[in-house]
């Protein structure tokens, strides 16, 4: 097994606005600060990894295990997660602050140990800590072990492909009144490679442009960074071939679009066969709720090169959905399919040991003596939105829930000064999720609640969404696994008859998963690494209102069953 170093620091720095690729070596120095840069003809300061937006890129090959130094440079604390990384026995490195860690104060530095095992493909790592996520993050690239090649034919080439928001404001301050109750700013751009593209005003020198040659295929790795909208993309008048969905494969689907949701990551090939031109790449969004949202469209170029050909001044623009078209998302995320092959199995679970049935919610939450700001910010009033799985509203720490958990080498079921483990596995209060809910509460309780898990159950989650104040399609993300997506649907689960439709064949594996407006989603997946797990909302202003909770899954028998020791460097809490 490989060991790679990776030092990342934190700080200010001036971009190039340009994707930066790192090769694929032994040892990386990555400096992670706060920057200056201009884009939509603004200039303005925020957190990035060695001045890049988006951050660099770490290659290894399956099964490695690298170690980052996170240098801490900026003015915030910081944590960094691994997202889609499964690591074996070690919640310690995996980064989502008052979960797993305490922030790497500003002038500290960490070292985390990312241990890769069975993914393959592309994921992603970024920022954990409240909203910094929106300009630290960058691609993690896995490529098949030595020896060993793709289940598709070789590429000519690979691009990153990351997408991303961009706000013209300071997000911290933001993030500030989003805290005491006033709605979240919408994104003013989305961005492709950094970049808002030419649609957006003083953006047409800086567009990112992906030079191609006729005949070749390319192998596009996207990542949707994005903070709080899904989203569809295309590359006009060219098909694009999914092979691999949140590190692992799929069969392949040729489609003239993709939707892709944030958290998640999208293997494409796509093949340069289309008359010498330019043609967009275009990026815009998926939005089936009524609240407000960004619908404005990113773009990059593909360029027909051949030393030569001098394109004409407009490109060709993909055909995508409009942003309400759920037929289009549904048709889309249905084709997914695991490989299930000798090469790659799909070992889904058959007979469940454990189930949890998780509602889904936007609800209001009171606040002591009129302590919230009003939607407007302009008054002082006695509830705010929340968010919340089963109606408990996650109540972030400024402690470690997983060092709570393993205090001095004893393992607890609670810490009533901490957390306690009593997140529910059912609602307490059953209704028609879907339908009129005029009548139903909309209000939530606040609390750090988690749910053990015994090492080796066969666990099933139902995910279901319901109709309470603003429905809306939410990415599930949970930490330290990756899980089978068995079935979906519109409409109230039911526990008797939609488990007939199952596909417990080749259901795809994921990381993050879409749970669509009004109906469920259930995923299965064994509980074989031990640890303190979040599951939360990738929409970021549903996991600020706490649309998250927090699974603990006890230890084995054995050694190899059982959570790694902490290092000795864990960043404090004090």
Known sequence: MKKQIILFILGFFFLDGLLQRTALKKNYTFVLTET??????????????N????????????????????????DYGITIHWHGVNQPRNPWSDGPEGVTQCPIKPGANFTYEIIFSNEEGTLWWHAHSDWTRVSVHGAIIILPAPGKSYPFPRPHKQETIILGSWYKLDVPKMLANVLKG???????????????????????????????????????????????EETFFGIANHKLTVVGHDGAYVKPITTDYILITPGQTMDVLFTVNQNHSHYYMAASPYFDSTAAFDNTTSTAIVEYYDGKY??????????????????????????????????????????ITTQLY??????????????????????????????????????????SILEAYCRDGEFFSGLSNVFVGGFPSQPSNFFNFTGDVSDVSQFTTSGTKARFINYGEALEIVFQGTNIQVPETHPLHLHGYSFFVVGTGFGNFNNETDPLSYNLIDPPELNTVNVPKNGWTAVRFFANNPGVWFMHCHLERHATW???TVL??????????????PPANMPSCS
């Open 358 to 399: 998780i509602t889904i919610a936007v609800n209001r939450i009171l606040c002591p003596d009129n302590s919230c700001l009003s939607p407007t910010g302009d008054a002082f009033i006695d509830n705010k939105e929340a968010a919340s799985l089963n109606n408990v509203s996650f109540a972030t720490l400024q402690v």
């Open 546 to 548: 706490g649309m998250d």
């Open 51 to 74: 001045g890049k937006f988006p951050g660099p890129t770490i290659k290894v090959r399956k099964g490695d295990t690298i170690f980052v130094n996170v240098i801490n440079q900026g």
């Open 310 to 351: 001098t394109p004409p001044p407009t490109p060709f623009f993909p055909n995508l959905p409009f942003y309400n078209d759920t037929n289009a998302a549904t048709n889309f995320t249905n084709r997914v399919r695991s490989l299930a092959t000798d090469a790659y199995p799909a070992n889904v679970p058959k007979n």
């Open 552 to 565: 603990i899954v006890r230890n084995g028998q054995s050694e190899d069953q059982k959570i790694r020791p």
């Open 36 to 49: 200056n840069f201009t884009r939509l003809c603004c200039t303005k300061s925020m957190l990035t990894v």
């Open 182 to 228: 006033v709605l979240p700013n919408v994104s003013d751009a989305y961005t492709i490679n950094g970049q808002p593209g030419d649609l957006y005003n003083c953006s047409k020198d800086s567009t990112y442009r992906l030079k191609v040659k006729f005949g070749k295929t390319y192998l596009l790795r996207i990542v949707n960074a994005g903070m709080n």
